[in-house]
């Protein structure tokens, strides 16, 4: 991960909405008990400070709208589409608000689960994975990955069983999509799963 001094407006980081991370230590989920590291941005630390419509500045200070309406995504397609399976057409939906840049800690558990029982309805071995052995770190945008580059989701490998989560709090990439934690979970929370139950070749 990349060390805090070099988030900057240059990489397309918004630090000028959420500032710099303010660690919290590794706290509990109420619900499954997932170690969380929120650094601030469940909004003791970090205002939330995205407005729908808000004002954004490309890397070469021009200023831009963007227009974050909610959007859905089907993770038991998403993962059925790396399987080379047709898709399901009565597939359950989640909803992403991209507005969302305060993290719940309860919202967590209920995410981890609700992906949980979708994915595993491609992988029924899914069903079976401890949501209990990820951890997962909130970031305020892109973060670099060595030998990867900036992203904002990973998923490393801590032990044999054990997962570290990275989700970026919010982003806009150079194309103007808009990504906040919540979206980027549906991804990473695939690659968790699937690494658990030994599919690597899924993730994504």
């Given at each position: 991960?990349?060390?805090?001094?070099?988030?900057?407006?240059?990489?397309?980081?918004?630090?000028?909405?959420?500032?710099?991370?303010?660690?919290?230590?590794?706290?509990?989920?109420?619900?499954?008990?997932?170690?969380?590291?929120?650094?601030?941005?469940?909004?003791?630390?970090?205002?939330?400070?995205?407005?729908?419509?808000?004002?954004?500045?490309?890397?070469?200070?021009?200023?831009?709208?963007?227009?974050?309406?909610?959007?859905?995504?089907?993770?038991?397609?998403?993962?059925?589409?790396?399987?080379?399976l047709a898709p399901?057409?009565?597939?359950?939906?989640?909803?992403?608000?991209?507005?969302?840049?305060?993290?719940?800690?309860?919202?967590?558990?209920?995410?981890?689960?609700?992906?949980?029982g979708q994915f595993?309805?491609?992988i029924p071995a899914?069903?079976?994975?401890?949501?209990?052995?990820?951890?997962?770190?909130?970031?305020?945008?892109?973060?670099?990955?060595?030998?990867?580059?900036?992203?904002?989701?990973?998923?490393?490998?801590?032990?044999?069983?054990?997962?570290?989560?990275?989700?970026?709090?919010?982003?806009?990439?150079?194309?103007?999509?808009?990504?906040?934690?919540?979206?980027?979970?549906?991804?990473?929370?695939?690659?968790?799963?699937?690494?658990?139950?030994?599919?690597?070749?899924?993730?994504?």
């Amino acid at each position: 991960m990349s060390p805090p001094e070099s988030y900057n407006p240059s990489n397309l980081d918004p630090e000028q909405f959420f500032g710099m991370p303010h660690p919290q230590g590794f706290k509990p989920t109420p619900l499954l008990g997932i170690m969380l590291e929120t650094n601030g941005f469940d909004g003791t630390q970090v205002a939330d400070p995205v407005p729908t419509g808000g004002i954004y500045y490309d890397p070469k200070g021009n200023p831009y709208t963007l227009d974050m309406n909610v959007i859905t995504r089907c993770p038991l397609n998403i993962l059925r589409g790396y399987m080379n399976l047709a898709p399901e057409q009565s597939a359950p939906l989640v909803t992403i608000d991209p507005t969302r840049t305060r993290v719940s800690p309860a919202e967590i558990d209920s995410f981890m689960l609700t992906l949980r029982g979708q994915f595993a309805m491609a992988i029924p071995a899914i069903a079976n994975v401890d949501p209990r052995n990820a951890e997962i770190v909130i970031e305020p945008s892109y973060f670099y990955v060595s030998g990867l580059g900036y992203a904002h989701g990973f998923t490393e490998q801590v032990d044999n069983t054990h997962f570290k989560i990275h989700l970026s709090v919010f982003d806009v990439d150079r194309y103007k999509n808009v990504s906040n934690w919540q979206d980027v979970m549906v991804d990473e929370a695939l690659n968790f799963y699937v690494y658990s139950t030994g599919n690597s070749g899924l993730a994504h």
